[in-house]
């Protein structure tokens, strides 16, 4: 669900910008309040892997249309809603910033909607669905599985406001978009919950404490964990995404049916155009998007475990104040 610039009006894309900004802000706050010592591997680990499984579009049954990983419960089960918010944000910038995915207008937009209505908003209705489901490992994972359906739709239905407040006056009708938008992402959900599901299931056999999020500071083996996640994202990206559905996802899907896909502009890319690698062949279209895939994993992975560094060096009141650094 990455809005393209030209369909969202300036002034909405810098009202939605406005609002990331200072949620994004808010989170930074936040977890420097409470960084604990599996926050900085964790966070690395998760935006790698939302980072490579938003490259994985699955189609759906019934129709020419393919949906995606948002992972913002995802992120924020394990995470907490902060650093989840912020594991969503980088994974977005590299992908408009690097691939030309997603418009650099419409960023703050596409951080309302996947960032901050996703990992914040979707941990809000995780934690409603907690307090009758239970807070053991089992009722966790069908919370997050409830709350990620729920958050998809959530984000459409952003969106849906968003293009009405841009397209006041005009031929486009704002109950015709929401039709469609929640026709598509209601069935794209079902694809979100399911991966959120075997995302923290396949956590929940190794290392409980993760999906639960009580791990004590200090407690080894988040290295391990690190390395683990790194090594699937890397897996999915360079295994799957050459293997992703071509059909438009939900939102090019209703922008084709209703004629708005006009609207987009097309940006020069920054780095590269699409997930692909310009110098290599044509015929050899599965190892360009693999090698992207590669590429972009790592650049995510590593962004982040900067930022975490520099959260806790920030904290520490810098890198030469005693023993504040940390693991």
Not at 93 to 116: E, H, K, P, R, W
Not at 164 to 181: C, D, E, I, K, Y
Request: hydrophobic fraction near 55%; proline fraction near 4%; include cysteine.
């Amino acid at each position: 669900m990455h809005i393209r610039d030209g369909i969202l009006s300036p002034e909405v894309c810098v009202a939605c910008g406005a609002l990331s900004l200072l949620a994004v802000g808010w989170s930074l706050k936040k977890v420097r309040e409470d960084l604990s010592d599996r926050a900085v591997p964790l966070t690395g680990m998760m935006a790698a892997l939302i980072f490579a499984g938003q490259m994985v579009n699955f189609p759906l049954l019934g129709a020419p249309v393919s949906g995606h990983l948002l992972g913002g419960v995802l992120a924020a089960t394990v995470l907490g809603p902060w650093a989840g918010c912020l594991a969503i944000t980088l994974v977005l910038i590299v992908q408009a910033v690097m691939f030309s995915d997603g418009g650099l207008l419409s960023l703050g937009a596409n951080v309302l909607n996947m960032g901050v209505v996703g990992a914040w908003g979707g941990w809000a209705i995780e934690q409603v669905f907690r307090r009758f489901l239970g807070k053991g490992g089992p009722a966790t994972i069908m919370s997050a599985m409830g709350a990620a359906y729920l958050s998809v739709l959530a984000a459409a239905a952003c969106f849906c406001l968003e293009f009405a407040l841009s397209q006041r006056g005009t031929a486009f009708r704002p109950g015709t978009v929401l039709s469609l938008m929640v026709l598509y992402h209601a069935a794209i959900g079902v694809g979100e919950a399911i991966i959120t599901g075997l995302v923290l299931g396949f956590l929940w056999a190794r290392r409980p404490d993760v999906v639960l999020g009580h791990a004590e500071r200090g407690s080894g083996g988040w290295r391990a964990v690190m390395w683990a996640g790194l090594t699937m994202a890397l897996a999915i990206a360079a295994l799957a995404a050459p293997w992703a559905s071509e059909w438009p996802d939900g939102l090019d899907a209703v922008g084709q049916s209703l004629g708005f896909e006009a609207l987009a502009t097309e940006s020069r890319p920054i780095v590269l155009e699409d997930y692909a690698i310009p110098v290599i062949p044509e015929a050899w279209a599965g190892a360009s998007v693999a090698l992207a895939g590669i590429l972009g994993t790592m650049v995510v992975f590593g962004a982040a475990i900067a930022m975490g560094r520099a959260a806790k060096l920030s904290l520490a009141g810098g890198p030469l104040a005693g023993n504040g650094h940390g693991q």
